[in-house]
């Protein structure tokens, strides 16, 4: 079952990273003429985030901490599409860029919370 975890995480990663890192999703993402569109896209890539932290999760061996395990981990792969965007020629500057890896490790903790409980809702059945 791990395995096909695995796979699954592998894929999600995927995909949410090219979606990070494409225009064409950005502009349909963020239009000008809604004024929250920057609190939006922060709130929703949390959620994406929380996704990647919850099947990472499911993939990986047991842990002694597993949200911070995700956290880190998930941070660290946001940072990763905040480097192909700047090397895409975004400039958002560092302090957006912290945020956007901050919510990537709020995310990723979330998803694995997340995990966590459905697991031990499963022991306990």
């Known amino acids: 079952m791990r395995r096909l975890w695995a796979a699954a995480a592998l894929a999600v990663a995927v ?3 090219w979606a990070a890192t494409s225009d064409v999703v950005y502009d349909l993402t963020s239009p000008p003429e809604f004024s929250w569109h920057v609190l939006a896209r922060k709130a929703y890539s949390i ?3 929380a996704v990647i932290g919850f099947t990472a999760d499911k993939a990986l061996e047991p842990s002694a901490r597993p949200a911070l ?3 880190v981990l998930v941070a660290l792969y946001s940072a990763a599409i905040e480097v192909v965007q700047f090397l895409d020629g975004s400039r958002e500057g560092l302090i ?3 945020v956007d890896v901050l919510c990537g490790a709020a995310g990723g903790w979330l998803g694995a919370l997340v995990s966590r409980r459905s697991r031990e809702r499963r022991a306990t059945r």
Do not use: S, T
């Open 15 to 17: 995909v949410l990273f």
């Open 69 to 71: 395990r995700a956290a």
């Open 47 to 49: 959620v994406a985030f």
């Open 96 to 98: 957006w860029n912290a």
